[in-house]
């Protein structure tokens, strides 16, 4: 499937393919595991209306989760590493995704000023994990504050996505895959036009958190 991805990336620049292959290859994957998922709070979204998408983050199975359920077309932000894999990483950097290195900041702050200008010019909405890196347990760890960075230079809301059931089915670091329920969650969108300031960035931050712990679905 990457390889029919890098043609059509080559092909067509709107990403309108891309997209409708990247929710079979999302909902294919969960379905040859066995995931089942249980999906909330997509009346919030707008079809066709723009948004930065911030998830918490545990499993790898997180990320073909929120891409097989997301309605709009939506990017994602991926680390340098993975463009280095053949075939898959080239598809990757030829999509419709923002590359970000994190061992540069100036490079990862040009890369946040990418995703501004693709959401701006194509109408493409961003999925960030806001965490950073998966967390070892279902425990929501610290946000960073890219994400909402971001959203102040855009001005688009923000839904907070509470993804719980994951990790129970690929914990990080583990390669064993155990059947079971993913539950996805799309919050009410949380406007961010009064984003002027890094304060108002890290106090948007903790309620955006906040938010995505509240909507998980307890043990």
Known sequence: MSLVALFINL????FGLYFWLSRKFARGSLFIAGAKLNITGVENIEKGKVYVYVSNHSSMFDIPVIMGTVPNKASIVFKKELSRIPVFGWQLVTGPY????RTHPEKAMRSIEKGKKMMEEKRISVILFAEGTRSKTDE????KRGAFYLA??????????????????????????QKGTINIHFGEAIDTSHLHSKKDEIELMEIVRNTVIKNMVKK
């Open 11 to 14: 092909i067509d620049r709107s």
């Open 98 to 101: 923002i590359m970000i290195d």
């Open 140 to 143: 929501v760890q610290p946000f």
């Open 152 to 177: 102040s230079k855009v001005k688009f809301p923000i839904i907070p996505v509470s993804i719980s059931g994951a990790s129970s089915l690929l914990p990080k670091g583990s390669l064993a895959l």
